[in-house]
């Protein structure tokens, strides 16, 4: 056992997540008319930007995949596949930690501000590009990358943490969003 291999294998696994998320996103998170699972919760998921999917569906198709796949990979590879069936699955989870927290809570970094930039303009402006949440490598392999300017959201569908008091864009934020209307009053 070679702790290179075992390295490889976790980053191999780690990277096949990463094609998985672009790929389900794009092949089948926008597919209209489609009644797949996975669509119809991503389509939720567009509709009401604050919607995710139950955890309980999340993991039962985790579990599907990896109960599928580790095995295989274990019985091609030995360790290695059970290395690779680990960087898959954590980086999956990790991809649902961040994908959460883009629309529930402000960036603090560099990534973060980034992330949501290229993740929003997604939701609010191009469903069509932008279907690496966590990563840009993809949509750059496959022609889907945009880089955003200034996104406008629909006050209606701005996120929580974008908002001040008075419900007008926070100022550490006007740089990357603008709020779509002004504000009625009442």
């Known amino acids: 056992m070679s702790i290179f291999g075992l390295l490889l294998g976790f980053l191999a696994g780690a990277t096949a997540w990463t094609l998985t998320e672009y790929g389900l996103h794009r092949g089948y998170g926008h597919k209209g008319g489609s009644k797949n699972p996975f669509t119809v919760e991503h389509l939720a998921h ?3 930007i604050m919607y995710f999917a139950p955890g309980w569906k999340k993991f039962g ?3 599907l995949v990896l109960g ?3 095995p295989l990979l274990y ?5 290695y596949g059970i290395a690779a069936s680990l960087g898959f699955a954590l980086t999956y989870l990790t991809y649902e930690f961040i994908h959460k927290r883009l629309h529930t809570h402000g960036p603090k970094t560099r990534y973060g501000r980034w992330a949501r930039r290229h993740h ?3 939701h609010y402006k191009r469903p069509n590009l932008n279907h690496g949440v966590t990563t840009p490598i993809w949509d750059a392999v496959f022609g889907t990358l945009e880089v955003p300017p200034k996104i ?5 569908k701005a996120l929580p943490w974008m908002l001040n008091e008075e419900g007008e864009m926070r100022a550490e934020y006007a740089e990357d ?3 779509h209307s002004p504000r ?3």
Do not use: M, Q, S
């Not at 019985?75 to 360790?79: C, K, M, W, Y």
């Not at 406008?152 to 209606?156: G, L």
């Open 184 to 186: 009625v009053a009442n």
């Open 120 to 122: 929003l303009y997604h």
């Open 152 to 156: 406008v959201v629909p006050r209606k």
């Open 61 to 63: 198709a985790a579990f």
């Open 68 to 70: 599928i796949t580790g």
């Open 75 to 79: 019985l091609a590879t030995g360790i």
């Open 177 to 179: 969003f603008e709020l």
């Open 46 to 48: 567009h509709t009401d």
